[in-house]
């Protein structure tokens, strides 16, 4: 494929937003809603101010670190579709690591982050080795397994880690103090969560694009038969990226519980797994637009929790734009394929 | 005791008709060789369309011609993504999925926990006084006559008529089928929008019958993946796609009994109890395909003999594109 001059790439980004708005407006038409007072509230609310865009980096860090990983099973052709559960059981596992503490320092906090990746890293070589020795389509695996995950963590709240006194799906009793992670200036955000998802986005870029094992992996993407010809053991690389998938996403679910909401509850990992898939094939699985992406649609989640108080109107918006401009990439991008198509049978 | 046995299995056909409808509709698309993977948010988006012109019309009947055609609607843009611009099903479809999820969230919203019609029970007279068939059948919701209906009409089409054919030969050999004059993309069109259909009237037998209502959260969510999952287990066959979910049916059912016997088992538990039994099934239906597997099988009269009426092949072209303009 020859690449497209810059100006044409634009006009056809362009194109893609254009379709995006347009579709957007068409199916939320029988809500009643005026669009463009919506978009202003929906802007208004995640760029309005200092602590808004505080609350914008605090969704940035888990969904970039969700997304991120997920570029690196993709780069074997796998779906990591079991990201959501990963970052569910980080936070349960963090959560675990924590709970003989009642209060601590860096040292606890450091075992809990680490606990949060060894369970993520677990959960995510569960649905590998269901993929690759079991034949179960990762697909069902891992959308299986977040329902497994979220069962547990129900479990957990309702029975063996309730609140003394009353269990609900307000969650497990709130960390100490002293168990947070430290804020970055007055903003929710934290900056130990901002500069691990930054390291955690470094890392996978050499993984992948610098280093040997991403060549391989890579390989084993292409051409599974060869790579066992050559050696590459595609098993053990396959289960190698889903767990470092699982990883970033269980240190996504250790933040959560760490720097966001200080205590699991049902809600902890609030769907950044399935958002972050959305980011992935927006970005046609490719590192550089990633973190762009995942800011743009961590303001769309914040500013549409400002809806419901504003406009009377559901917060599923932000959701709904995010999966008309995925798929608005997906038909621009077939219409093109169509039309050079057309052009080549002349 | 045999009427509670009735009335069990009356509750297994009634929690069974929406996943039978939607397992009928995508064991349809499927057998096309297109995967729709959006059933999940189909079949949400389906209900809450279904319940609110139900609410708008007062006609439930049309809310059900409403969820029809939503879950049509869906069906038809991932086909002609899919099937037209050549894009992957699997990728559309996910993206479909979390769409139309957020999509009835955000048009619902206002019709969120009100009171609407129903589709009602149907009674069907000189049947009710029978003993054991009386309280299954004499005065039921319609959604089971409809989707026990509709298996015998799938198995039929499928099976007895020459549309049949074709929708078979273009899941399994579309070369072939374009050589006998089938216009083959058109056809994976029509049961990519006929299987959504299906998947749309499960969605309004959700809100319309077995969950009557709309809210957020439904009730149904996740019955879309397990339907996924059945179709798989059902080998693509309508009538054991049809058992397979009425086994999950059942799955459901035990769950409401279990928690009264473990009461300090929090209700949601057994919500999710369905994935890892999902999960359970696919591995033993996909590790009949693995190579000491298949040995021990092999040696081993009994299993020989099992796994003979029980081999499970997918359509030969599920999934994949086919370009008549690349020639035969």
């Known amino acids: ?346 | 005791m045999t009427d509670t046995f009735a009335l069990t299995l009356a509750g297994i056909l009634m929690a069974g008709a929406p996943l039978v409808l939607a397992t009928l509709g995508e064991t349809l698309t499927e057998k096309a060789g297109i995967i729709n993977l959006s059933l999940d948010g189909s079949i949400l988006l389906a209900a809450m369309a279904a319940f609110a012109v139900s609410v708008t019309f007062d006609s439930p009947w049309l809310g059900v011609l409403c969820g029809m055609g939503v879950g049509a609607a869906i069906a038809g843009v991932l086909g002609v993504i899919g099937i037209y611009l050549g894009q992957s099903q699997l990728a559309v479809g996910f993206i479909l999925t979390l769409l139309a999820r957020d999509l009835a969230y955000f048009l619902g919203h206002s019709f969120s926990r009100q009171p609407g019609p129903d589709l009602g029970l149907w009674t069907i007279p000189g049947i009710g006084t029978i003993p054991f068939i009386g309280p299954i059948f004499g005065s039921q919701s319609p959604v089971i006559h409809l989707s026990l209906a509709a298996i015998f009409l799938c198995w039929w089409w499928m099976y007895r008529t020459e549309g049949g054919m074709r929708l078979r030969a273009v899941g399994e050999s579309p070369r072939a089928a374009f050589g006998r004059g089938i216009r083959v993309r058109l056809v994976r069109l029509y049961y990519c929008l006929a299987g959504g259909a299906l998947v749309g009237m499960a969605g309004a037998a959700y809100s319309l019958a077995v969950k009557p209502g709309w809210g957020r959260p439904q009730g149904c969510e996740g019955a879309g993946w397990i339907v996924l999952a059945i179709v798989i287990f059902g080998g693509w066959n309508p009538v054991r796609a049809a058992l397979g979910a009425f086994f999950f049916a059942a799955l459901q059912v035990s769950g409401i009994y279990l928690q009264e016997v473990f009461p300090s088992i929090p209700a949601p538990v057994f919500q999710v109890a369905p994935f890892p039994i999902m999960i359970l099934t696919l591995l033993a239906v996909n590790m009949g395909r693995v190579g000491w597997v298949q040995d021990m099988v092999r040696r081993n009269p009994v299993l020989k003999r099992l796994s003979q009426s029980w081999s499970i092949e997918a359509p030969a072209a599920l999934g994949q594109d086919f370009d008549p303009r690349k020639g035969l």
């Not at chain 1, 606990?115 to 069902?140: C, D, N, S």
């Not at chain 1, 509850?265 to 970005?283: C, D, E, N």
């Open chain 1, 1 to 346: 494929m020859t690449r497209a001059a810059p100006m044409t790439e634009l006009a056809w980004l362009g194109a893609t937003l254009l379709l995006a708005l347009a579709l957007t407006v068409a199916v939320t038409l029988p809500s009643g809603a005026p669009p463009f007072e919506t978009i202003y509230v929906l802007f208004k609310g995640g760029l309005g101010s200092v602590s808004k865009f505080g609350r914008v980096l605090a969704v940035w860090v888990p969904l970039t670190l969700c997304a991120v990983g997920l570029l690196v099973p993709f780069t074997a052709r796998l779906w990591n579709i079991g990201v959501e559960g990963q970052v569910i059981m980080g936070a349960i596992f963090c959560t675990a690591a924590l709970r003989p503490y009642d209060a601590g320092g860096a040292a606890q906090i450091i075992i809990a982050l680490g606990a949060g990746v060894l369970g993520g890293a677990l959960w995510a070589l569960l649905a590998g080795l269901l993929r690759v020795f079991g034949r179960v389509h990762e697909i069902f695996s891992g959308l299986g397994l977040n329902f497994v995950a979220l069962g547990v963590t129900l479990w957990l709240i309702f029975g063996p880690w309730k609140r003394p006194g009353v269990a609900s799906m307000s969650g497990t009793q709130p960390l100490d103090v002293s168990l947070w992670l430290p804020r970055l200036g007055s903003m929710t955000v934290s900056w130990v969560g901002l500069a691990l998802a930054l390291a955690v986005l470094a890392l996978i870029y050499i993984l992948l694009l610098r280093s040997e094992w991403g060549l391989k992996l890579r390989a084993v993407g292409e051409n599974p038969k060869a790579a066992t010809l050559f050696a590459l053991g595609p098993r053990r690389r396959l289960l190698q990226a889903f767990m470092v998938c699982g990883g970033a996403a269980g240190l996504a679910g250790a933040i959560q519980v760490l720097g966001v909401y200080h205590r699991l509850l049902p809600a902890i990992s609030s769907s950044y797994g399935y958002t972050a898939l959305l980011v992935g094939m927006m970005a046609s699985f490719r590192l550089g637009p990633v973190p762009f992406i995942c800011l743009f649609f961590a303001v769309l989640n914040v500013g549409s929790i400002q809806l419901p108080l504003q406009l009377g109107l559901d917060s599923s918006l932000s959701g709904v734009i995010q999966g008309v401009m995925v798929l608005s990439v997906f038909i621009v991008h077939g219409l093109r394929l169509w039309l050079r198509q057309r052009k080549e049978a002349g």
